[in-house]
């Protein structure tokens, strides 16, 4: 069955410093989303990403953060500058159609973030 | 607005007892998805359910059941002859019929079950 994948599953990076999380959604999915959840509260949405361009970000979801589908198959997330409280798990999940006709959203396994 | 409760924050219970999770949704859309989600201590998302707007029919799968009613607004979860291996953060979800389809998730039960 396929899946969405993420890498790495644990990232430790000092404060300032830039990460990239990346992602593999499920290959003839069109939309992508990232999701943050910081540590013991709720799954929150950070951004949608479809045709190439971002199509909704939440007020988290400032300039520090930049998404992008460099090829064919990765979707990745990058905090220019860390802070402290990006320390969280940041989930991917990938959609199968942009019609109007819902299919379900497949989140893959998560990479939790520690930035010290 | 759009918003998920679930009222509940812990829940602790012993095993083989019956348990409910509550979750009450707003949102003025007629066209909507509402899910259920498993969080176990390893991290991941974990799907259990979808439901639609226009279909309230109640759900069984083995040992669990929801209940859905569009008049209170309602996505209830029972888990019947709870296991300790069910202990975990249940994330109650809506996703409106809009152009980018988010999730909107509740802020999560967490759920002890005790041997």
């Known amino acids: 069955e396929p899946e969405v994948t993420q890498t790495p599953s644990h990232q430790v990076t000092q404060m300032g410093q830039e990460v990239i999380l990346r992602c593999v959604p499920i290959s003839n999915h069109l939309y992508f989303y990232w999701y943050r959840q910081i540590l013991g509260q709720k799954v929150e949405f950070l951004v949608s990403f479809y045709n190439n361009e971002i199509s909704e970000k939440s007020e988290i979801f400032d300039d520090q953060f930049s998404v992008e589908r460099p090829d064919g198959s990765n979707f990745t997330l990058k905090i220019r500058s860390t802070k402290l409280e990006d320390s969280a798990m940041y989930f991917c999940?990938?959609?199968?159609?942009?019609?109007?006709?819902?299919?379900?959203?497949?989140f893959g396994p998560g990479t939790r973030l520690t930035v010290l | 607005a759009q918003k998920v409760t679930q009222a509940q924050t812990e829940i602790s219970v012993v095993e083989k007892e019956d348990v409910t999770l509550d979750c009450v949704y707003e949102t003025r859309d007629t066209t909507y998805y509402l899910f259920w989600y498993k969080q176990p201590p390893s991290g991941e998302l974990v799907f259990l359910i979808r439901?639609?707007?226009?279909?309230?029919q109640n759900e069984i799968s083995g040992r669990y059941s929801w209940n859905f009613q569009k008049s209170t607004s309602s996505f209830n979860f029972t888990i019947t002859a709870s296991q300790v291996v069910d202990s975990a953060v249940y994330f109650c979800a809506l996703i409106l019929n809009t152009g980018g389809f988010k999730t909107i998730f509740g802020a999560g039960t967490r759920l002890f079950v005790k041997a």
């Open positions: 439901r639609n707007s226009f279909d309230e």
């Open positions: 999940a990938s959609r199968r159609t942009s019609g109007s006709s819902y299919n379900e959203q497949f």
